[in-house]
């Protein structure tokens, strides 16, 4: 069955960066595009990036452009989300999806000072 | 960017009773594929969210038939036939129109009376 595991999660300071990874297994990975995914703590659910099922093109909300970079390794079936100059209201728990179908469990950003 | 407006926010609902959450889409959703991107999905309490419907009323592998999507261009409706307890958590629908920009409503609670 398809499953999704994030990692990476952790608590950071303003301007601090991480890179949260996604592994996955069940489906033959090189063919699905992959999405990342946020919620704030109470809040509802925001789309950050889009990554299509070659890696050789991407798609960012506004509100992460220029901040933050996905990738993918076809090879090993991971995707990762480079997350840099985060800023406090980054914090969310960031969400893998394979295509917009199958969720992983997410991970857990915090941005505080 | 389309903008997704749920109805009502919250919902009470007495079990084997139905229920109905609406959704307005701030553009017409059809494609000139002649598919209309309009989806549902269910969040749990402390988990990820679950695809229940997509393509404004094709239902999702392993999701029960008493939940039934309909709906067309901008006003869409997920009905629950007889509401059980499993069936708590948070709705949100989801376009995808604008791919890979996918946006979603605020999200509607329903809880069990």
């Known amino acids: 069955q398809v499953q999704l595991v994030e990692s990476g999660g952790a608590l950071v300071k303003p301007g601090g960066s991480l890179r949260l990874s996604c592994a996955a297994s069940g489906f033959i990975f090189s063919e699905y595009y992959m999405t990342w995914f946020r919620q704030s703590p109470g809040k509802g659910l925001e789309w950050v990036s889009y990554i299509n099922s070659g890696g050789d093109t991407t798609a960012y909300a506004d509100s992460v452009e220029g901040r933050f970079t996905v990738s993918r390794d076809n090879t090993k079936n991971l995707v990762h989300l480079q997350l840099t100059n985060l800023r406090i209201e980054d914090t969310a728990v960031y969400y893998c999806?394979?295509?917009?179908?199958?969720w992983g469990q997410g991970t857990r950003v915090a941005v505080s000072a | 960017d389309v903008v997704m407006t749920q109805t009502p926010l919250s919902v009470s609902v007495t079990p084997g009773q139905p229920a109905s959450i609406s959704c307005r889409s701030s553009?017409?959703?059809?494609?000139?594929?002649?598919?209309?991107?309009l989806s549902w999905y269910l969040q749990k309490s402390g988990q990820s969210p679950q695809l229940l419907i997509y393509?404004?009323?094709k239902r999702f592998s392993g999701v029960p038939d008493r939940f039934t999507g309909s709906g067309s261009e901008t006003d869409f409706t997920l009905k629950i036939s007889r509401v059980e307890a499993e069936d708590v958590g948070i709705y949100y629908c989801?376009?995808?129109?604008?791919?890979?920009?996918?946006?979603f409503g605020q999200g509607t609670k329903l809880e069990i009376k």
């Open positions: 989801m376009q995808s129109l604008q791919f890979p920009l996918f946006t």
């Open positions: 553009r017409s959703l059809l494609q000139s594929n002649g598919k209309t991107y």
């Open positions: 393509e404004t009323s």
């Open positions: 999806v394979r295509s917009v179908r199958f």
